[in-house]
């Protein structure tokens, strides 16, 4: 039986619907409670807190495993096990960065630049400790200042630069700033205690946990595609049609052709259905998926 912690805030939402659309419903008595359920043998409690908290807490062995970002594992220097990336973020399937930004007219673009700041370099940010770290490393004088929010809005008056995070940067264009680089690209993990994954049974119950979060979304991305074809004919349709594997192909009743189907890519499939008429397919259909597993 395992304990798991899931993230609130950004990345409730996507994360409550991977669960939901994983036959792992996440169960409870209103939007703001932090105690949930999942009614699954292998899941005994599951909370619901802040992604910053969760690395430090499953390192600590208060739960058996939980989802988080690698920005905070690597801001709060937890010694957690991963079991994998979940390619998911806020909005998005892509991942986010936790980049330095600058005022748009700063004669600053990049982090080698910052070398030869006047005066130590002034950094507001939710991540100080990574932040720090990066600064160190790069050899640039900084003073970090831990911002509580509407970080874009302190330079240049409070900040010389702010570290945050983006999906697309456009936030940060919006008001007024440049990245100039790119301390850390960020994806969600399933991390686990040490000692949590140096248990066989509990191992081998996070990873089926995984496979079927990770087969979900992996499902989200493609589609299956069915089609009936004329035997001369055949041969067209194979070649313009990609597959995950190779595609199944059985023989029609009276040998008047053939039944193909197969996985391909969602995003392809608006030009893949008129070539696979053209080439003589018939009877086209696409199917959702729920999951994909190897």
Not at 21 to 26: E, F, I, N, S, T
Not at 127 to 139: C, D, F, K, M, Q
Not at 190 to 209: F, S, V
Request: hydrophobic residues 40%.
């Amino acid at each position: 039986m395992l304990n798991l912690v899931l993230p609130k805030g950004s990345l409730e939402k996507a994360t409550l619907e991977l669960f939901a659309a994983a036959d792992l419903g996440v169960h409870r008595s209103s939007e703001v409670d932090y105690r949930a359920s999942i009614d699954d043998p292998r899941i005994e409690e599951v909370r619901i807190l802040r992604p910053q908290e969760i690395p430090v807490y499953v390192a600590e062995g208060r739960f058996d495993f939980g989802i988080t970002g690698r920005d905070w594992i690597e801001e709060r220097g937890a010694d957690v096990v991963s079991l994998g990336e979940l390619g998911y973020s806020k909005a998005t399937s892509n991942p986010i960065r936790v980049v330095l930004a600058v005022a748009g007219d700063s004669p600053y673009n990049s982090l080698e630049d910052l070398r030869s700041h006047p005066e130590v370099l002034r950094v507001s940010t939710e991540y100080p400790g990574l932040t720090a770290r990066s600064l160190e490393t790069a050899g640039i004088r900084a003073e970090v200042s831990l911002s509580y929010g509407a970080t874009e809005a302190k330079v240049p008056d409070i900040a010389d630069c702010v570290v945050e995070i983006t999906e697309t940067g456009r936030a940060l264009r919006a008001a007024g700033l440049k990245i100039i680089h790119t301390l850390l690209v960020s994806r969600t993990e399933l991390i686990a205690n040490p000692q949590a994954a140096a248990d066989p049974e509990k191992r081998h119950a996070m990873g089926q946990i995984m496979t079927l979060l990770a087969g979900t979304l992996e499902a989200r991305e493609k589609v299956l595609v069915k089609l009936n074809v004329p035997t001369e004919q055949l041969g067209g349709v194979l070649r313009v049609l990609p597959s995950l594997r190779s595609p199944t192909i059985s023989e029609l009743s009276g040998g008047s052709g053939f039944a193909v189907e197969t996985v391909v890519e969602k995003a392809k499939i608006n030009t893949l259905i008129p070539a696979l008429k053209d080439e003589g397919a018939s009877d086209i259909l696409e199917l959702a998926l729920s999951k994909i597993v190897h």
